[in-house]
């Protein structure tokens, strides 16, 4: 069964579920021909290693806390904090506290 994303205007719960970080899966929550937005939980330790997309993209960090690197800088985000990548640019992130990240995507620059 595929996996369901979210139509245009369809509201997407994206509140923090703590103390359910270890068995979330990171999941696409919307999908067009142009833009991606996922939702990826992070347990503490827990690495993505550095690598880069080809579109510009945003990571907001929604709970618990995440180390995320760009340009040669790592930064440690907090519920609330927003990162904006440009396309390209090699980035990496690791859980420092079990979390979860909102990913905004550009698929095919226009």
């Known amino acids: 069964m595929a996996l369901h994303h979210a139509d245009s205007g369809e509201m997407i719960d994206v509140r ?3 103390g359910k970080i ?3 899966l990171s999941r696409a929550l919307y999908k067009s021909k142009h ?3 996922f939702r990826m939980f992070l347990e503490a330790g ?3 290693p550095e690598h880069q997309v080809q579109g510009e993209l945003t990571v907001q960090c929604l709970e618990g806390s995440v180390e995320f690197s760009v340009k040669g800088v790592t930064q ?3 519920p609330g904090d927003l990162i904006c990548v440009a396309g390209g640019e090699a980035h990496a992130l690791k859980g ?3 979390g979860s990240v909102l990913v905004t995507l550009l698929l095919h620059p226009v």
């Open 16 to 18: 923090p579920i703590p």
């Open 76 to 78: 440690l985000m907090w």
């Open 96 to 98: 420092v506290e079990d």
């Open 35 to 37: 833009l991606e937005v």
């Open 46 to 48: 827990k690495v993505i």
């Open 22 to 24: 270890e068995s979330a």
